[in-house]
């Protein structure tokens, strides 16, 4: 149906028809704006259509890091950006990522009867919108030939929201304060609208609300619950699974090109969803077309600043001739995405990208190994811990530290910058953190793929948290962040239990890099038990954190063991580099 829709004239022969209407099978229309390309129409020759689905407004179109619509409908494609369910002028209720795999296949399939679709249809955008192009391909709709899905996760709770078992805090709380603001104002609400407008506006102030899933804007009469479902829904459970797009790899059997961020809240998910359908896609083809870049970037937006770091002009490639370059490929037929590596990476402080076939294999690529050491006073950027190829031979006094949930460690770059390539010689000045590194360099170094630690570490607390944060010291002292683990012990030791008062080994993966350490850099490695408002504090007490006031906060002393029996070490997949 497109009735009541308007056309509009965009300029250089492309239309915009706004407010066409799609009816699902349950009597739900959702709504879409329709980019028509020069010369074409009805009585035109078909022409494929790329697809955009998302939750902030069709007109949006996630401009912020993508082309406007009109620029792909000018290079020869219908473009149509939907409302999902529940959000814009789409009817229906709004629940993330509950309805997108449906909507989307029978989306598609309205598409593809279009008289000026020839049939071919690719989806492109970002985050949810990425999230949307995966739940729509696993319901294998004809005429979907390919994606794009950028930063986003297969998993949602190991790769969206959670990581190791603790929270990632700041953005999902920023990002449910966003969405349920926008609920508000559909549904009429105006003073949740305000109240939710108010504090999205400051999110940094909100991070320090107490206990976090009693935030007072989250609680407006008529609001949505699935925050606080994100909330309450701590464990991997049948929650997660029945939104998650890993329970169904093998029935996506288009190409994708993953498009990722080092800096980016969704990176882990979004490298670990390019392995699991390079591995697990529902066919050889599928399993053979995965392509990834990993650019410098944040969530948004993608440029050659992410904090306060400059990476170069080299960072400012042109990711939508990218994309255009992969549309043509499968919906054109133009073949010019042959000759494209697997991987395209931009390598950290190399500021240059480098081309790979593969994604570096854990158990068989090569691991530059840095073990811990001290004289038991690693506390802070002041203290004696190093980190070097030798390995401990004689005892070493254990490094202690007191982990206090009122006094969190502040990664990356604070309250106000969870996220981003910040300088950490600052926050390297308090105690409880364990600061180990090694001399200058007199080799380069590569870094790429996911480094791990393997830690002996003792806790006065049955619950409690370690973090790993791997850091590049340039030769003038600053202290660049490159990337950071955490776990915490109820999700890292959930078969193999987990003791207070004694040393367990705490062996867990850090956020994937692709770092080059020069000759005159130092490789450091910074051990704490938070990371705040990037992830939530553990109360320490057992229950969950976002029930937790400071009454419920439980201080615990925390011990870092590196002697010749419990060789606590750094594991980095790396490569000797030319100096």
Known sequence: MTSGTQRVDCGNGVRLERGLR??????????????????????????????????????????????HPVWFARRGYNVVIQDVRGRGDSEGEFYPFRNEARDGAESIAWLRARPECNGRIGMYGFSYQGLTQLLAAAEQPPGLLCIAPGMCACDLYYGWFYHHGALRFASTLGWGLQMLKADARRLGLREASDQLEQAWSNLALQTGVLPFR????????????????????????????????????????????????????YLSGSIQGFLDLCNYAGSDFARRHQYLVA???????????????????ESLVDTDSIL????????KDSGEFA???????????????????????????????????????????????????????????CDVFVYDPEVP????????????????????????VLV????????????????????????????????????????????????????????????????????????????????????GDCVRLEIASSAFPLYDRNPGTGGPSCRATSWDWKRSTQMVYHDASRPSALYLPSSKAEA
């Open 22 to 67: 799609c009816r699902m099978s349950d009597g739900i229309d959702l709504i879409s704006d329709h980019y028509y390309p020069p010369q074409s129409g009805p009585t035109k020759n078909p022409l494929p259509t790329l697809f955009m689905r998302q939750p902030y407004g069709r007109d949006i179109a996630s401009t912020v890091v993508y082309a």
């Open 409 to 432: 460690v502040l990664a990356p770059g604070g309250a106000a910058a969870p996220s981003g390539s910040f300088d950490q010689a600052t926050l390297e000045l308090g105690n409880n």
């Open 339 to 397: 000759t494209e590596p697997r991987i395209r990476h931009f390598v950290l402080g190399e500021h240059q990208w480098r081309f790979a076939d593969a994604w570096p294999d854990p158990l068989a690529h090569q691991h530059e190994i840095l073990y811990l050491h001290s004289a038991g006073k690693a506390n802070s950027r002041k203290g004696n811990g190093t980190l070097s190829s030798q390995k401990q031979e004689t005892h070493e006094p």
């Open 295 to 313: 650019g410098p970037w944040q969530h948004i937006p993608w440029g050659d600043r992410a904090g306060n770091v400059d990476f170069g002009p």
């Open 324 to 331: 255009l370059r992969w549309l043509n490929h499968w919906l």
């Open 436 to 519: 180990y590194t090694t001399k200058p360099l007199t080799k380069a170094l590569l870094v790429f793929g996911h480094p791990y630690v393997a830690l002996y570490c003792f806790s006065s607390s049955a619950h409690t948290d370690f973090t790993a944060k791997l850091v590049r010291v340039r030769p003038n002292g600053a202290a660049e962040f490159i990337c950071i683990g955490i776990a915490r012990s109820n999700c890292l030791f959930r078969d193999t239990g987990y003791a207070a008062d004694k040393v367990n080994l705490w062996q867990f993966g850090l956020e994937p890099t692709s770092c080059r350490f020069q000759v």
């Open 214 to 265: 009693d935030h007072p804007a989250l609680h407006s009469a008529g609001l949505p619950q699935y925050v606080l479902d994100w909330f309450d829904h701590d464990r991997s459970d049948e929650y997660w699974k029945a939104m998650d797009v890993n329970q169904r790899l093998g029935s996506i059997q288009v190409p994708a090109l993953h498009l990722s961020g080092w800096y980016d809240t």
